[in-house]
């Protein structure tokens, strides 16, 4: 089986530079480390929630702090990294004054399920920003984007610009490949959104879900976006976290430099497709750090439906 360090190697026929393989394995050597502190974190006390209060208003919990440190120690052993950005941070962080590549990243995704042990994930994606006035780009300026699903196995899924690779975390701490090229099916007859908010959706979406229901689609719900994404990735469908029609400035709930745009990249580079309404995600130009989108994504042609419904009400 292919290791992650021949991969980094071979740099999968990409022309990564050296400085961003010094980040990859660096970020990868980062989820290994949230891995095992997660298999045992009920035994080692890092569970419930902190007195502290993160920059989204939401408490943070001993892990979501442990995992955004151990994902700055990654930015800071890697000489290239001039700024991490990070969900569980006010505003970026300068690393090394002379570095080239931001690195941004939601550290530990779905954390309000840690305490119920279901799947969580660390997000991430590396662009090319020498000064802070350059990390606010499109999602389309990603040179890496990723995530790690810690779950029953821990599984690393990778896009570096040719195609998405997918990593298996071995007994021995190494990841290798289970899948070279991974891919979206274009249509599968399941969809995951929070119906409990469905006074919120707007018209595009309530009729897409009424038509899936209707035509004998599966509803799957983890509330954990990196282990819905991965069941899209093993068996397709659509994650719809859409629009609020009841609150129109908040966009969303989820955030679009370290959520939407990383699993938008990998979505895309797997044959899927990655929507906020009329628009795809990737060509959103950010406003700030924290900016919430609405966002849907998943099997092609299932995304095209809302991607129509949209069209057909503006
Ligand atoms: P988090 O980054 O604070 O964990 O929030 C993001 C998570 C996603 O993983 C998930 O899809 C969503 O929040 C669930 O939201 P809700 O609780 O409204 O269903
Ligand atoms: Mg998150």
């Known amino acids: 089986m292919t290791t992650f360090e021949t991969y980094l190697e071979t740099r999968n026929g990409t022309v990564l530079d050296d400085d961003l393989v010094v980040v990859l394995r660096n970020i990868a050597e980062a989820t290994r480390e949230i891995s095992d502190n997660l298999r045992t974190s009920s035994l080692d006390g890092l569970t419930g929630a902190t007195e502290i209060t993160n920059v989204q208003g939401e408490a943070q919990k001993p892990l979501d702090i442990l995992s955004n440190e151990i994902m700055l120690e990654a930015c800071r052993k890697s000489p290239s990294v001039s700024f991490a950005v990070s969900e569980e941070l006010d505003s970026e962080v300068a690393i090394h ?10 550290p530990l995704d779905g954390s309000s399920n840690l305490d119920v042990n279901v799947t969580v994930g660390t997000i991430f994606s590396v662009i090319r920003a020498s ?21 029953p196995q821990t599984t690393l899924v990778l896009t570096i610009g040719k195609g998405v690779q997918i990593f298996t975390l071995s007994a021995d701490g190494i990841y290798l490949m289970t899948s070279a090229d991974a891919k979206i099916v274009p249509e599968a007859k399941e969809f995951a959104i929070n119906a409990a908010r469905r006074s919120s959706w707007d018209d595009a979406v309530a009729s897409y879900i009424e038509d899936a229901i209707d035509t004998g689609h599966n ?10 994404t991965h069941r899209i990735f093993n068996r397709g469908g659509v994650f719809l976290y859409p629009a609020d029609r009841n609150k129109p400035a908040s966009g969303g709930r989820l955030r679009l430099l370290y959520e939407a745009n990383p699993i938008g990249l990998l979505v895309e580079a797997a044959g899927g497709a990655a929507i906020i309404g009329t628009s795809t995600i990737l060509d959103i130009e950010p406003t700030s750090l924290h900016q919430r989108v609405p966002v849907i994504f998943g099997s092609k042609n299932e995304v095209d439906k809302i991607s129509a419904a949209y069209r057909e009400r503006v």
């Not at 002379?98 to 990243?105: E, Q, R, T």
């Not at 509803?219 to 819905?228: E, F, L, N, P, T």
């Open 131 to 151: 000064t802070s006035g350059e990390i606010l780009k499109n999602g389309r300026g990603q040179l890496i984007a990723g995530y790690a699903a810690y779950g």
């Open 219 to 228: 509803m799957r719900w983890v509330g954990s976006m990196v282990a819905d």
């Open 97 to 106: 004054s002379d570095g080239k590549y931001a690195v941004i990243f939601d």
